[in-house]
């Protein structure tokens, strides 16, 4: 699936348990299935830079993920 800019995703699968992660702290937790994230990214090649916020807005990670990792919960429609 193509995936577009401010799509809200939930992570599916991961094709590898431990990835590079960035967060506010040095200890930003790793990306788990179930976990429902926002596209901030297109980087190419079927690879998104995907943004997991919590609920009062506070990124708790970013991490790079293969289209196949992940599931479109929700498209905002907005004429670009």
């Known amino acids: 699936m193509h ?43 079927g690879i998104y830079l995907v943004e997991s916020r919590t609920d009062d807005g506070v990124t708790r990670w970013t991490a790079e993920f293969a289209a196949v990792e992940l599931e479109l919960l929700d498209r905002v429609d907005v004429e670009r």
């Open 3 to 45: 995936f577009q800019l401010d799509d809200t995703v939930r992570v599916v699968r991961l094709l590898e348990p431990e990835r590079e992660v960035s967060g506010p702290s040095e200890l930003a937790p790793q990306p788990r299935v179930g976990d429902r994230c926002t596209i901030v990214a297109d980087v190419g090649d």
